[in-house]
């Protein structure tokens, strides 16, 4: 069951849930996000505790409607799945996201990349992972001792929180579930749903072949 998030408190403080910016500069950089935020809500679907989001504004003050950010990826455990214009995080029992992810555009700058670290590390992020695909290079961090810490050995790190494994040799991105399977972008699902259906009708084809109902069975 999901619920609906309240995304007021007051009638003097207004949370907009649009900060004017585009989710993405180009489509490469939408396809990642789509890819990455699609694959950990499937991973968690049926676990109606942990919510996942794209591209959503993070209040984590209230009464401070300037303090905020947009993840390309957040990840809130112990927070009901539904509908949210905001996160709102003192109508979420107070839980900050715990993993975000941001895929680097073109216009981003270092000075911008700077201040988000220090919003996620000041307001209680637990993992912050980055990635450039104009250069194939991965960054994350890791939350002990009070601060996030520079991950040294990124490619085939497995994510603490998600349990999830990065890779980068192959010049992409690629991201792997605990069982293994690839997180695969909607085109290349679509493929996959197929080439499935593709082998059950040659399946059924040869089963009538050889006098039998595959409809029976």
Known sequence: MTATIPTKTSSEIIYPDSDGKPMSDNTKQFELIVTIQGGIDALYKDNENVFVAGDLLWYPVEGDNKTRQAPDTMVVFGRPKGYRGSYQQW?????????????????????????????????????????????????????????????????????????????????????????GQKFLSYVEL????????????????????????????
């Not at 912050?128 to 250069?135: G, I, M, S």
């Not at 593709?198 to 050889?210: I, T, V, Y």
């Open 190 to 217: 679509s493929r996959q749903q197929e080439l499935a259906q593709q082998k059950a009708d040659r399946l059924s084809d040869k089963l009538r072949e050889m006098g039998i109902n595959p409809d029976g069975i």
């Open 91 to 179: 109508l979420e029992d107070n839980i900050a996201p715990q993993v975000v992810f941001e895929i680097i555009s073109p216009g981003n700058r270092m000075g911008a990349l700077f201040k988000l670290f220090h919003f996620y590390e000041d307001y209680g992020v637990e993992e912050y992972y980055v990635y450039d695909p104009e250069d194939n290079e991965l960054m994350g961090w890791v939350r002990s001792d009070g601060k996030l810490n520079y991950i040294e050995l990124i490619d085939g790190w497995v994510s603490p929180r998600l349990q999830i494994r990065f890779q980068t040799a192959s010049g992409d991105l690629e991201i792997y579930r605990p069982d």
